[in-house]
């Protein structure tokens, strides 16, 4: 379904009370769009008390800033060898990272995923996060 900017932040600021269940969304669209949606419509959205929606993640950049950089080093020079060991280490940092953005806000937003399309994550690690009282939201390129 093809919503406007005005209606996907309506229709957040609607779920984000709700404390009971899953909440993992997803921003569909291209690139393009979706900058236009981030600066449009997102960096001026208010929840329910008025406070702004916290700034968007840019979740490849996180996620390596998480790892040192000897070990990033590491990684980058044994991964055509240790597929699974560069993958394992990325899900673990993966992991971390969304305990992390939970324990200072119940409403995380998340841009920038190719690394887990790259690496093939573990996704399920957003359906265990965005439970109950926490609140995901993805912006996700549509051509991936």
């Known amino acids: 379904m093809k919503l406007s900017g005005a209606q ?5 600021r609607d779920k984000l009370p709700v404390g009971v269940g899953r909440h993992l969304y997803a921003v569909l669209g291209s690139y393009a769009r979706l900058a236009d949606f981030e600066e449009a419509h997102l960096g001026q959205a208010r929840d329910g008390q008025g406070l702004p929606f916290p700034p968007p993640l840019n979740l490849n950049r996180t996620l390596l800033d998480r790892i040192g950089d000897d070990d990033l080093r590491a990684l980058v ?7 699974q060991a560069v993958q394992r280490r990325l899900n673990q940092e993966l992991q971390a990272l969304l305990a992390a953005a939970f324990q200072g806000s119940s409403f995380v937003i998340l841009k920038q995923l190719e690394l887990l399309w790259a ?5 399920t690690v957003f359906r ?10 993805l912006i996700v390129d549509a051509r991936i």
């Open 77 to 83: 020079r044994d991964e055509a060898r240790r597929p």
């Open 119 to 123: 690496y093939e994550l573990d996704l």
């Open 128 to 137: 265990i996060h965005a439970a109950n009282q926490h609140h995901l939201l």
């Open 8 to 12: 996907i932040i309506s229709g957040l």
